[in-house]
């Protein structure tokens, strides 16, 4: 079906502000993960899902940041209380994981969030 | 941790010409090394991947080769194209575990037509 979908585009929040992040993976797809791009980087790692259990959040960089995938598909990111250094483009990935017993794990990025903190 | 660097960090070549962009990485259990093109405004699109059982992979203008002793792994696109220009990233990845990718700082590449 459709690749990884990600909304909104663009997100402005005033500093302090809480804002949501959502990403659809591509539909089976079993892992989840998350990156934060700042302007002129490679992206770097947040946190990966399998299904709804969330096995790895080495990345995220303060607990401002909150990720969940309660039903093992669509993921939301949370930051709270914004700062102007969470701007950047945040973008979601997904990968089927198993395939006849290999792991397949090509990862599948959406568009990205471009997250500007004034 | 595992580290990625990439050189280099821009690239003109002529319309024609090949392109080639370096990675090495510091993780010596790392059997999974994608390349990734993004354009403005998009995502990155997986362009070739390599495992590390293999040295060289190609697809069309496109070819990737793997240096597991030295760490290194490279990009080589010949017949550049106008629309071959844009940013590229090398990634490595375990696949195990987490299967997080760490990716290189990238490579911005302009075709000259």
């Known amino acids: 079906g459709a690749g990884v979908s990600q909304s909104p585009r663009y997100k402005v929040a005033k500093r302090g502000q809480d804002v949501a992040l959502r990403c659809d993976p591509i539909?089976?797809?079993?892992?989840l993960f998350w990156y934060q791009q700042a302007l002129g980087q490679g992206p770097e790692f947040l946190t990966y899902?399998?299904?709804?259990?969330?096995?790895?959040k080495s990345g995220l960089p303060s607990d401002r940041f909150f990720a969940e995938r309660p039903e093992g598909s669509v993921s939301t990111l949370k930051i709270q209380r914004t700062q102007q250094e969470d701007s950047a483009v945040y973008l979601c990935?997904?990968?089927?994981?198993?395939?006849?017993?290999?792991?397949?794990?090509?990862?599948?990025f959406g568009a990205g969030t471009r997250l500007s903190v004034l | 941790g595992e580290n990625v660097e990439q050189h280099p960090s821009t690239l003109s070549v002529q319309e024609g010409d090949s392109a080639v962009i370096k990675c090495t990485y510091s993780?010596?259990?790392?059997?999974?090394f994608p390349w990734y093109k993004q354009e403005l405004g998009k995502g990155p699109q997986l362009i070739i991947d390599?495992?590390?059982?293999?040295g060289e992979k190609k697809d069309q203008r496109i070819a990737v080769t793997l240096n597991k002793t030295a760490k290194h792994f490279s990009l080589h696109i010949t017949e550049t194209q106008p629309e071959d220009s844009a940013v590229y990233f090398c990634?490595?990845?375990?696949?195990?575990?987490?299967?997080?990718?760490?990716f290189g700082t990238g490579t911005r590449l302009k075709v000259l037509a």
């Open positions: 990935a997904s990968s089927l994981y198993l395939l006849a017993g290999r792991v397949k794990n090509i990862q599948y």
């Open positions: 539909s089976g797809h079993v892992s």
């Open positions: 899902f399998q299904n709804e259990a969330q096995l790895d």
């Open positions: 993780d010596s259990a790392s059997n999974y």
């Open positions: 390599i495992r590390s059982n293999v």
């Open positions: 990634a490595a990845s375990l696949t195990s575990g987490t299967y997080k990718y760490i």
